[in-house]
């Protein structure tokens, strides 16, 4: 137990308890209200007459009344400060305020000295009435002054004495009443934490009292389920021994079963032998699948080479609605040696010159064109029987093989709707572009089975007088088709790729359906006087196929080239009216300059040239990996059914019998195959 400590307020009684009473002589200090509380000026104005009566007096007088006034001043300066000094600080405890007002009570309760007024008779000696000195005894005033002054000086270093300790009586009681508080500021925080203990004590008590009443209810309820175990204990009893009677059935008949397990392990081990013999099997026909499908792609690369790494097929297309019907035998179209059964592969072109006639006046007869390629189309063919004959050709693509395929025409010939095919969504009329892709996802699919795995990255760009464009751009992309450039792939590569164009990965039929219709809205479309939109850029379509056997680490890689190629009239059938003639000029001469090298490279590459002008045009140049070498190239002549454009036909049929019989033995082709 810590020892108690004494109240403040007592210690400061006690203390106060213990001093001696302090012995007050009777002060002579002015009394409030009287004019001696002026200052000492004032008071030397008050004294003022009497010293204009005693203007005789001696000098030295004088100055002993003066200097008696300054230490006047000074008690009289002390004695306030002393009763002004003991004031109650603003934020002390309650128990300081307690102890500071016992000790002012204390101090106001001396006895109290009447003052005397200035100028009053001094006091009674002996009992007997001082004599009142007269007006003109001035010495004797200031005598009786001087002795009254030094009273008041006494008086004020007693008080001075007496405020001093009172002082440090109030410090002490200020020290004292700070510890106090402290101390009771520590209680009133132990009390604190002791009532929050005792709540928490009383929240405890509470729960444990819910808890017992709780633990009751549930001995209560085990108690119940311990009957009724104990219920089911007897039944459990009587089960198991009908279970136990089972068991000994049931052994039996375990016996029966593990000699029949004897049995059936020896027809597994046997099965096991025939799985392995299968599995081995297996293997085998898959090594020979493989090596038949490798023989298959040489065997369909001999064939392709065979009807020729460079072909040519002549298309023409059909009148449309508001066309002049053609007279009969404009076209025709010659049985093959193999008779009617034998697809067409001659073209016959009549041509009526009216500039030429006889001498008798009579108009000249009909000049008749013969071209002869690979395989002709008449107009009444299908998109799909066009696509027949050059599905063999995009297998090539996908066994490793690049393969490159025009259309070449003048516009309004139908090379659009060869490559792409007609508007809407109709499969009739899909051109060769979204067919190839579909058999390409089909096979690759199927060869999926044997361990081939192919990847499909698609690109389209077209050449815009000598200018490369992005079609499939899309956003703030767009129009920004003059950055692209053709560049290798890489130091010492000799893949060529398109800087600033999109290589967009497809995997199915939607994907190719929506880069179709994006490019077909960014392709430069323009009115000519051969064709309300008219062509006047080449497009290029580029696959890029990549396989991979990951079980015999084989590797194949192509790309699969669909070419739409602008049109090919000469330039003055196609010059436009209008303020864009210039332009139509120079887009013209762009695109009969990159036929025209066209040309030369399928030639150069038909007569084995040293030097294939492949930079001469950006067309070549971008396809270069796709015309020369092991690649497959396949061109459509595509020509007009009308007479009115027999001139132009006649030009596109002659630069498609250069391309397929150029000077020098061609490539050797077998009769009735294509």
């Known amino acids: 137990m810590e020892p108690q400590q004494r109240s403040p307020l007592l210690e400061v009684r006690g203390n106060i308890e213990l001093k001696k009473p302090l012995v007050k002589a009777p002060s002579r200090l002015p009394l409030p209200g009287t004019r001696f509380k002026r200052g000492p000026d004032q008071m030397e104005d008050a004294l003022e007459p009497e010293k204009k009566r005693t203007r005789g007096l001696d000098t030295v007088t004088k100055i002993a009344t003066s200097q008696s006034r300054a230490p006047a001043l000074t008690a009289r300066t002390q004695t306030q400060n002393q009763i002004t000094a003991p004031k109650v600080p603003k934020k002390t405890g309650p128990r300081c305020s307690t102890a500071i007002a016992t000790v002012l009570k204390n101090q106001k309760s001396g006895p109290a000295v009447p003052a005397q007024k200035p100028g009053a008779a001094p006091?009674?000696?002996?009992?007997?009435?001082?004599?009142?000195?007269?007006?003109?005894?001035?010495?004797?005033?200031?005598?009786?002054?001087?002795?009254?002054?030094?009273?008041?000086?006494?008086?004020?270093?007693?008080?001075?004495?007496?405020?001093?300790?009172?002082?440090?009586?109030?410090?002490?009681?200020?020290?004292?009443?700070?510890?106090?508080?402290?101390?009771?500021?520590?209680?009133?925080?132990?009390?604190?934490?002791?009532?929050?203990?005792?709540?928490?004590?009383?929240?405890?008590?509470?729960?444990?009292?819910?808890r017992v009443l709780e633990l009751e209810e549930q001995q209560c309820t085990q108690e119940g389920l311990l009957r009724e175990l104990q219920k089911e204990q007897l039944g459990l009893q009587e089960e198991r021994r009908g279970l136990a009677a089972r068991l000994e059935e049931q052994e039996r008949r375990l016996q029966a079963s593990e000699a029949a397990l004897s049995g059936s392990q020896a027809e597994v081990a046997s099965l096991r032998e025939e799985a392995t013999g299968q599995a081995a099997l297996l293997v085998e026909q898959g090594e020979r699948l493989h090596g038949l499908e490798m023989e298959r792609r040489r065997l369909h690369n001999q064939l392709q080479e065979l009807k020729g790494n460079i072909r040519v097929f002549c298309r023409v297309r059909p009148v449309l609605p508001g066309e002049p019907t053609p007279p009969p035998g404009f076209l025709l179209f010659p049985f093959g040696p193999g008779g009617p059964a034998d697809p067409p592969t001659r073209l016959s072109v009549s041509r009526c010159d009216e500039r030429r006639g006889t001498l008798s006046g009579a108009p000249a007869p009909a000049t008749r064109h013969d071209f002869s390629f690979d395989r002709v189309f008449p107009p009444g063919s299908r998109q799909d029987e066009v696509f027949e004959e050059i599905a063999m050709l995009v297998q090539s693509a996908l066994d490793g093989y690049p393969v490159c395929i025009f259309a070449y025409g003048q516009t309004g010939s139908g090379k659009t709707f060869t490559m792409e095919g007609g508007p809407g969504r109709d499969p009739q009329v899909e051109g060769l572009i979204p067919r190839a892709l579909r058999h390409l996802f089909s096979v690759a699919q199927?060869?999926?089975?044997?361990?081939?795995?192919?990847?499909?990255?698609?690109?389209y760009v077209e050449i815009y007088n000598e200018t490369v464009r992005d079609l499939l751009a899309t956003g703030t992309r767009k129009?920004?088709?003059?950055?692209?450039?053709?560049?290798?792939?890489?130091?010492?590569?000799?893949?060529?790729?398109?800087?600033?164009?999109?290589?967009?990965?497809?995997?199915?039929?939607?994907?190719?359906?929506?880069?179709?219709?994006?490019?077909?809205?960014?392709?430069?479309?323009?009115?000519?006087?051969?064709?309300?939109?008219s062509s006047r850029s080449h497009s290029v379509f580029q696959l890029q196929i990549s396989g991979e056997h990951t079980g015999r680490g084989l590797q194949c890689g192509a790309s699969l080239n669909l070419v739409d190629l602008?049109?090919?009239?000469?330039?003055?059938?196609?010059?436009?009216?209008?303020?864009?003639?210039?332009?139509?000029?120079?887009?013209?001469?762009?695109?009969?300059?990159?036929?025209?090298?066209?040309?030369?490279?399928?030639?150069?590459?038909?007569?084995?040239?040293?030097?294939?002008?492949?930079?001469?045009?950006?067309?070549?140049?971008?396809?270069?990996?796709?015309?020369?070498?092991?690649?497959?190239?396949?061109?459509?002549?595509?020509?007009?059914?009308?007479?009115?454009?027999?001139?132009?036909?006649?030009?596109?049929?002659?630069?498609?019998?250069?391309?397929?019989l150029p000077p020098g033995p061609g490539p050797v082709r077998i009769p009735g195959c294509l």
């Open 123 to 210: 006091p009674m000696v002996g009992g007997r009435k001082p004599t009142k000195r007269p007006a003109w005894d001035l010495k004797g005033q200031l005598c009786d002054l001087n002795a009254e002054l030094k009273c008041c000086r006494e008086r004020t270093q007693t008080l001075a004495q007496e405020n001093q300790q009172l002082q440090d009586q109030l410090r002490e009681a200020q020290q004292q009443a700070k510890a106090q508080g402290a101390e009771c500021r520590t209680l009133e925080g132990e009390l604190a934490r002791v009532q929050a203990q005792a709540e928490q004590g009383q929240q405890e008590l509470g729960s444990l009292r819910a």
């Open 566 to 660: 602008a049109g090919s009239e000469r330039l003055d059938p196609s010059l436009a009216l209008g303020p864009g003639e210039r332009e139509r000029l120079r887009e013209t001469q762009a695109i009969n300059s990159s036929l025209s090298t066209l040309g030369l490279v399928i030639m150069a590459l038909s007569n084995k040239e040293s030097h294939i002008p492949y930079r001469n045009s950006k067309l070549t140049y971008l396809l270069q990996n796709s015309l020369g070498g092991s690649a497959k190239m396949l061109m459509f002549v595509n020509i007009s059914p009308l007479e009115e454009n027999v001139s132009e036909s006649l030009n596109s049929l002659r630069f498609a019998s250069k391309v397929q």
């Open 446 to 459: 199927e060869l999926g089975g044997q361990g081939w795995t192919y990847s499909f990255v698609a690109s």
């Open 479 to 533: 129009g920004q088709g003059g950055e692209c450039e053709i560049r290798r792939a890489g130091p010492g590569s000799e893949e060529l790729t398109v800087t600033n164009a999109r290589y967009v990965p497809v995997s199915c039929e939607k994907e190719v359906e929506a880069l179709l219709h994006l490019a077909h809205q960014n392709r430069a479309v323009a009115r000519t006087s051969q064709n309300e939109r």
